[in-house]
């Protein structure tokens, strides 16, 4: 069964916690992003990644870091810098990531603060 | 940057009435894509449009791209309750699609 994977589906972060957001795909898909997404918002554009080992920052990195070790794997970690950083992120992937290419998304990942 | 601006940002609408969201872009778009949020899920693709003045529909959705190819539309004919959620347009003026805030469509019975 093909498709993006993201876990957990709800995750709690205390002040000054680090806390990684997993993303898995299966598709065989180059490229892999993450959108932030505030209640009643759009899709923010944190990170992108087109290839293994590289990534590039989006519209809002500041707080966020990246990896992608693996072409299957694009784990996300909200850092203590980031100062709000309740949201629902969304994991996407494409083929190559260029802008014609549909984005199929994961089913995101609810971040609270306590 | 490039903006893309989403209008209206909620809209209620009886059932069997029509709906239509527009999307603004600062900068001539290569292509738009469309895509629906159905309430607590994830953004789902529904259609491509890369052709200046291009109409495209899918049952009792209509879309459409601008003849300058900076503004699209997306028309829904009859809503259902089926519809609700929200419509987001994503534009690409480079390599990267930036997403419009998106309309929320809440449909009455």
């Known amino acids: 069964d093909g498709g993006i994977t993201q876990s957990p589906k709800y995750l709690f972060r205390k002040e000054g916690q680090n806390v990684t957001l997993s993303c898995e795909q299966n598709l065989n898909h180059d490229a892999m992003y993450w959108y932030r997404q505030d209640p009643g918002q759009g899709l923010r554009l944190i990170y992108y990644s087109q290839i293994v080992n590289d990534f590039q920052k989006g519209d809002i990195a500041e707080g966020y870091s990246v990896s992608r070790e693996k072409k299957e794997s694009f784990p996300l970690t909200v850092t203590s810098a980031q100062k709000n950083p309740t949201a629902f992120y969304l994991c996407?992937?494409?083929?190559?990531?260029?802008?014609?290419?549909?984005?199929?998304f994961g089913p995101g990942t609810r971040l609270l603060v306590l | 940057g490039q903006q893309v601006m989403q209008i209206p940002q909620y809209q209620h609408v009886q059932e069997g009435e029509d709906f239509t969201t527009y999307c603004n872009s600062s900068t001539t778009l290569s292509n738009i894509q469309w895509y629906k949020q159905r309430p607590g899920g994830h953004p789902v693709f529904l259609i491509q449009?890369?052709?200046?003045?291009e109409v495209k529909k899918q049952k009792r959705l209509t879309f459409q791209f601008g003849e300058a190819k900076k503004n699209s539309s997306l028309h829904i004919t009859a809503t259902q309750t089926t519809d609700v959620g929200t419509y987001f347009c994503g534009g690409n003026a480079g390599n990267m699609l930036t997403f419009g805030g998106g309309t929320r469509l809440m449909v009455k019975p």
């Open positions: 996407a992937s494409s083929i190559e990531g260029k802008g014609k290419e549909t984005q199929y």
């Open positions: 449009l890369v052709k200046s003045g």
